[in-house]
């Protein structure tokens, strides 16, 4: 995992709306797009970036695709983002 993979992930707000959706939990790539209102194309398109970035992990079960966060990479991102947070009393 990149950070500036990461980030470029982050970027676009169709992708951190997915991070928010696979927040409550693993969700197939069909249930992903209806719920955004997009094509599969355009659903796979961002889940691509995402698994690039390591975010997602994807898993397959008999004809449906699954998807659910990489909580491993969010708590290390989450561990570098909290070095730029003030202390109290700086």
């Given at each position: 995992m990149g950070l500036a993979e990461s980030f470029k992930?982050?970027?676009d707000p169709q992708r951190r709306e997915i991070l928010l959706l696979l927040r409550g939990g693993r969700?197939?790539?069909g249930e992903l797009a209806e719920r955004l209102g997009v094509s599969p194309s355009a659903l796979s398109y961002h889940l691509k970036a995402l698994k690039k970035a390591d975010m997602?992990?994807?898993y397959k079960a008999k004809n449906f695709v699954y998807y659910e966060l990489n909580t491993s990479l969010v708590d290390e991102l989450m561990?570098?983002?909290q070095q730029f947070r003030k202390e109290?009393?700086?």
């Open positions: 992930a982050l970027a969700q197939s790539a997602v992990i994807e561990l570098w983002l109290e009393g700086e």
